[in-house]
């Protein structure tokens, strides 16, 4: 726990690398811009993370929808999630290769405008004032993002079929009604829930649980954790959630070989019907319609120590580099992916919900008119990778989150030693 904690110290020595190599690159890069206008051959990189439903052919077919109308541009993809390729994004920045289009949540954006690699738009733009404000793409008086999507996170799918053979009849909004529903599955000889060791989807959960509530009932929490005066070690659902999991872990409620499991086989695992709950976001929605007993499906949101319930929304937002030899050409791509005929394509592919004042519209299945009510009815609360109220952003801390989580489901570590990993974290990186 300690090595993970000293590399977030690290980490911020890192970034003030990245951002004195990125401002003196954008000094030589000065001048630079061109629209592609005279017919010269342009290439634009667009570097977002594939996934099993947002994949590298989507994108190229939206790509060539953008190429259809500028003939004289061809549109790289980099992959975010191919680290082999040296393709990570500080990677690329300390290279002097910055994409000229990127897509990442909405916790990155403030990283970045400081580091000098992003480009603001302009706000009287009519893409840009046809989305609704996000304080996290807005930032030191400029929009820096297309915030083109609110993607749901703290979901819990769950398997009508089995849950029924099991005797279980309600929905669990409660840890303690949760629990309960583990059990009877577990009794009647199911897996009662499919996550990844390897992931970092049970340290989401984990914290979901607890700051679902916190955000409706204590929105200062956060201010008091990182002036001292609280802490997540002596918060009663903070306890109470971690302690939760050490129980599932001991008995036994969580898949064989869970440790070594990694996104997306905990997703096959659950899609194959052979668990009865499993933690995911908006995006595993896409995935299960499409399989054959995609009707055997429901998705409500994570339970909570109390029950009250919210549901945690990240934003999605689109930038352009500053140092991007095509600035306007970047732009007009961003803006066909955010807001033009490129977008409900993506919106429909990862279960997104638009974030347009007038939302952009698409025909979806069961799962998705599930999560879009549950979105329109339940409090929307910021995911915690954000930046406000959340000090420090908890999204940071999940990796860390993680490996005490692996160590406390071999019994090396205890919740209340996890927790008060968590606010030695906060401690090291409060910015109050």
Known sequence: MTLGLSRRSAAKTWIGAIAAVVLAAGVSACGSTSSGGSGEKVELTFYVGVTPTLTTTLFEQQFAKFQAAHPNVTVKLLDANNKSAGSTLDSLIVSHRVPDVMLFGGVLTQKYVNSGVLHGYDPSDPAIAGLRPNERQTYKGKVW????SLQPQNLLYYNKKVLAQAGVADI????????????????????????????????????????????????????????????????????????????????????????????????????????????????????????????????????????????????????????????????????????????????????LISAKTDPITWEGGPLDSQIAELAKTLPNIPHFGGTMPVQPPLGNYRTPLTSDLQAMHLGNISPDEVLKNADKYAADNKSC
Not at 145 to 148: D, E, L, N, V
């Open 145 to 148: 993002a297309q915030y083109f």
């Open 172 to 351: 669990p909004k409660t840890f303690d009604e949760f629990d309960a529903a583990l059990a009877k599955v577990k009794a009647a000889g199911e897996t009662p829930m499919a996550s990844a060791g390897q992931s970092t989807w049970p340290a989401n959960a984990l914290l979901w649980s607890a700051i679902s509530t916190k955000f409706q009932d204590e929105p200062d929490f956060w201010d008091h954790v990182c002036k001292g005066t609280a802490s997540y070690s002596g918060d009663p659902a903070f306890q109470k959630a971690a302690a939760q999991w050490q129980k599932w872990f001991k008995d036994g409620y969580l898949q064989d070989g869970y440790i070594s499991t990694n996104y997306p086989d905990d997703q096959a695992l659950f899609g194959s019907g052979k668990a009865a709950f499993y933690p995911s976001g908006s995006w595993t929605a896409a995935a299960l319609q499409k399989l054959p007993n995609a009707e055997d499906f429901g998705v409500t949101v994570w339970p909570t120590v109390t029950g009250k319930q919210a549901i945690s929304v990240n934003d999605n937002g689109i930038t352009v580099s500053a140092q991007s030899k095509h600035k306007d050409l970047a732009i007009e791509l961003a803006k066909f992916l955010a807001t033009g005929d490129g977008a409900a394509d993506l919106l429909k592919a990862d279960s």
